[in-house]
């Protein structure tokens, strides 16, 4: 049985009446609610209910400034007149219990026939977008990146597929032309074409303080599924979400927000990253100094700074804030922030000349990427260890890690990071006076590129040549 309230009922009823042809708003609130005074939000409320009732199938269209359309083909059934007199009400309970008898039916065969296995169904990376918040008011700004971050972190990896973490996620936004708000179908598309993504999750929050409302659309290659969560308490409902999209990655439920920091429920984090992303490093950094004096915990903001340190050339500074970032991280057992400091540590050593000492180092981000079967870092580990070797001339154990970290960027599907390993093989080659082996590798590498539309990945290998 289908939990369905009359007024919705009676919209499912209008619209089926009306089947191929647009009904407005105006229409529904004159023939559902003619009794009452209402707002539009009524309608928008109802609606969704419909087209939650058909998860996996778009049943119901929305006609910018016409209104509201049923898809899917009616049939029209007549039936004698009724012998006796029934009154108005008594009609409109049995039809409504017909309809939901009918609706109850064709969902029950449209899942059967649809019906995809729960377990492990999704291979490669998993990409959650930031939120749009359509809240007003400073109260919620937290939302874009705050809600998507914490979903991130209550989904696991498995050996089958990587969920990305918020700062590559902005990256591939950037990759793929798209903006942190507002993502439209086409930069779905484009997300698509230039990650390894097989799953991506988009939301929107609207609706107001104590009465949320959190619409959702699971993007697969070749489907959606849409949903709509509702809510008094906006943890309550992140916790929902979050247990949404686990299932979809074939988890019982999303791990649990109790250890979750929540280094992104802070606007000042929004606007050093925007700064970030435009390079204005010099205007980013006192944001971020400013968010861990008063947050000293927010791992985000310390690695963050770091990184924006790195840019600044700042090195004696980036060894300050690596000593007191990653003891910390091992207080939190932050497995995520813990293998990027490692890794930036090691980075910080490489830039100082020292191999011997960066190595070590790098084995322990490795390591802390393993235990969390963190594809990307393990990935980028893999790869440092390779040029390190390659720097001390063990250019046959530089070879094996980049292979290495090729097979962990084919787990998350990343064309880019693919495509950069086929070019790192290149450049080996080409140190060893090996002609054939550089023309292969670097056609390879432009051959990914090329069929992934990575134009700027394009334009660093023209530059590439024997």
């Known amino acids: ?150 979903v991130i972190q209550r989904l696991p990896n498995n050996q089958a597929h990587g969920v990305l973490q918020t700062d590559y996620v902005l990256e591939v936004l950037e990759r793929a032309g798209a903006p942190l708000s507002h993502v439209k179908p086409e930069h779905i598309r484009q997300i698509f074409i230039v990650s390894g993504a097989e799953l991506i999750v988009s939301s929107k929050l609207s609706g107001s303080p104590h009465d949320y409302q959190l619409s959702y659309i699971l993007h697969y290659k070749n489907t959606q599924q849409k949903g709509v969560l509702f809510g008094r308490d906006i943890q309550a409902v992140i916790d929902e979400f979050s247990d949404k999209v686990a299932k979809q990655l074939g988890e019982e439920s999303a791990l649990q927000a109790n250890n979750y920091h929540a280094d992104f429920n802070h606007e000042m984090l929004g606007v050093a990253i925007d700064l970030k992303l435009e390079d204005n490093h010099l205007a980013a950094k006192p944001l971020l100094e400013s968010i861990i004096a008063h947050d000293p915990e927010n791992l985000t903001a310390q690695r963050l700074l770091i990184n924006t340190l790195f840019e600044l050339k700042d090195y004696p500074t980036v060894k300050k804030h690596l000593m007191l970032a990653i003891p910390l991280a091992q207080k939190l057992n932050d497995k995520n922030e813990l293998s990027r400091l490692h890794y930036l540590n090691a980075i910080h050593a490489i830039i100082e000349g020292d191999d011997e000492l960066a190595k070590p180092r790098v084995e322990q981000a490795l390591k802390v990427a393993r235990s969390n079967n963190d594809w990307l870092f393990m990935a980028y580990s893999k790869d440092l260890l390779a040029r390190i070797a390659q720097h001390q001339g063990q250019y046959a154990l530089a070879k094996t890690y980049y292979l290495e970290a090729k097979k962990h960027h084919q787990v998350l599907r990343c064309p880019v990071g693919e495509s950069s390993v086929w070019a790192s093989l290149a450049l080996l080659a080409k140190k060893q006076n090996k002609l054939d082996e550089f023309n292969a590798a670097l056609s390879k590498a432009k051959q990914i590129a090329k069929s992934r539309a990575l134009t700027n990945q394009l334009k660093y290998l023209n530059t590439l040549n024997y």
Request: net charge positive; glycine share 4%; with cysteine.
């Open 1 to 150: 049985m289908i939990a369905i309230r009359p007024k919705t009922c009676q919209l499912l009823l209008l619209l089926l009446e009306n089947a191929g042809k647009p009904v407005s708003k105006q229409n529904i609130l004159e023939t559902v609610w003619a009794d009452s005074v209402v707002a539009e939000q009524v309608v928008f409320q109802s609606i969704n209910e419909l087209r939650q009732i058909f998860t996996n199938k778009e049943v119901i269209k929305t006609i910018p400034k016409q209104g509201y359309m049923w898809l899917p083909d009616v049939s029209t059934i007549s039936t004698s007149e009724p012998k006796h007199k029934t009154n108005r009400h008594t009609i409109t309970v049995i039809i409504c219990s017909l309809v939901i008898a009918f609706v109850s039916v064709l969902y029950y065969f449209y899942l059967k026939h649809n019906e995809q296995p729960k377990q492990n169904t999704v291979a490669g990376s998993v990409v959650i977008l930031p939120t749009q918040n359509q809240i007003e008011g400073n109260d919620h700004s937290w939302v874009r990146l705050g809600l998507m971050d914490q």
